[in-house]
């Protein structure tokens, strides 16, 4: 199975910053890498596709960005809507596997 | 608009089975695959299967294999998952997900149901 690894697994910030997440493939998954953002007590909700394809009706301050093993989820100004838990899915090989999360607080 | 709707709440008892229910709308029900994806309290999100409702084609996560059965209903444009031989690890909230059946976005998650929680307790 691929293992995806998240870092940082929290971090905390304030309105406006810039945040950046990333995730790591334990093998070359190409683009195939997609980013969910999770609030409490409901679905993930698709933001990126393909490494950096946004889903329809997604902000433009999400981006994303990598290939192969490295990826990278930036949120390039944070607004309170933002405050969420953060997951990156591969979609090169089943089993689809995610990585284990990172929660964006509030500074 | 495009969702899908999951049963309700379930509570079993260990080594029971439960079966639960996910309702589309909005779209033709055969022309994306259904997936689900299981997340237990305060854990991340652990993808269980994927059935073809046109084929009824399946495929699992081999932690799951002989335990989990994913089907279809097309008249009603109803996919279900049944999980056997329940155990208090099971506990969790159970997502129904849609992705493209073929090309690049295959196992691309972008319609959810609303969720139902299971909970294995004796």
């Known amino acids: 199975d691929i293992q995806m690894t998240q870092s940082p697994s929290s971090l905390s910030a304030s309105v406006g910053d810039r945040v950046t997440i990333t995730c790591r493939a334990s093998q070359s998954i190409n683009r195939y890498l997609n980013w969910y953002q999770e609030k409490p007590g409901r679905a993930p909700k698709l933001l990126i596709y393909a490494a950096s394809s946004l889903q329809s009706g997604v902000p433009s301050r999400f981006s994303g960005s990598g290939s192969g093993t490295d990826f990278t989820l930036t949120i390039s100004s944070l607004q309170p809507e933002d405050f969420a838990t953060y997951y990156c899915?591969?979609?090169?090989?089943?089993?689809?596997?995610f990585g284990q999360g990172t929660k964006v607080e509030i500074k | 608009q495009v969702q899908l709707v999951q049963s309700g709440a379930e509570v079993k008892k260990p080594g029971a089975s439960v079966k639960v229910s996910c309702k589309a709308s909005?779209?033709?029900?055969?022309?994306?695959?259904i997936n689900w994806v299981r997340q237990a309290t305060g854990q991340g999100l652990e993808w269980m299967g994927w059935m073809n409702p046109n084929s009824g084609n399946t495929g699992y996560a081999q932690k799951f294999q002989g335990r989990v059965t994913m089907t279809r209903d097309t008249s009603i444009s109803t996919a279900y998952m049944e999980l056997s031989s329940l155990r208090s690890e099971d506990t969790a909230v159970y997502y129904c997900?849609?992705?493209?059946?073929?090309?690049?976005?295959?196992?691309?998650?972008?319609?959810w149901g609303q969720g139902t929680m299971v909970t294995v307790s004796s």
């Open positions: 997900a849609r992705a493209p059946s073929s090309g690049w976005s295959t196992g691309t998650f972008d319609i």
């Open positions: 899915q591969q979609t090169y090989s089943t089993p689809w596997t």
């Open positions: 909005g779209y033709t029900f055969t022309s994306y695959d």
